[in-house]
């Protein structure tokens, strides 16, 4: 257990358990089972939801990572004031939850939602590795299809692309504006 929590720690993205059952076996030169591994996370996230630690085991992205519980958000925050990242504009934003919930998606598809270019936001959200491109399309030109990446899954704290807020989740602003969008 103990070798597991030190290689969810110092990993810098979500481990899957099968990642961290191939490094137990390659470390200790024998099969260790699935079941091992499993309970091995199981009792660590049961340690961690204890009220006497700060920090949370959860799974995200396909994997486990360790992260702060939110009680001490602004305490994390204040130490990372100035090293965090900047926000998301608005136009990049927009483009982002496209892409995410209309993948795999031409940018002329984007630009047609939009209403506007959105060669920037592209640019700015494939430099942030938040999405990728997925190949191209079979239609005229072959352009190429964008999608979310697994960045964007940890950067939002989501474990599969159903975790998305639906428009029923919306507060009723915000869902008729995008009802709006979709029947333009």
Known sequence: ?????????????????????????????????????????DALQNRYNRDDTALQLIRVAGGYQLLTKPAYKQSVGLLLKNTSKKRLSQPVLETLAIIAYKQPITKAQVEQIRGVACDYALQKLLEKELIEIRGKSDSPGRPLLYGTSPAFMQYFNLNDLKDLPQPKDLPQEENQNLLSHETE
């Open 1 to 41: 257990m103990n070798h597991i929590e030190a290689m969810i720690f110092c990993a810098t993205t979500p481990v899957r358990a099968d990642e961290l059952r191939q490094c137990l076996t390659e470390m200790l030169a024998t099969e260790i089972p699935a079941e091992d591994v499993q309970a091995a996370l």
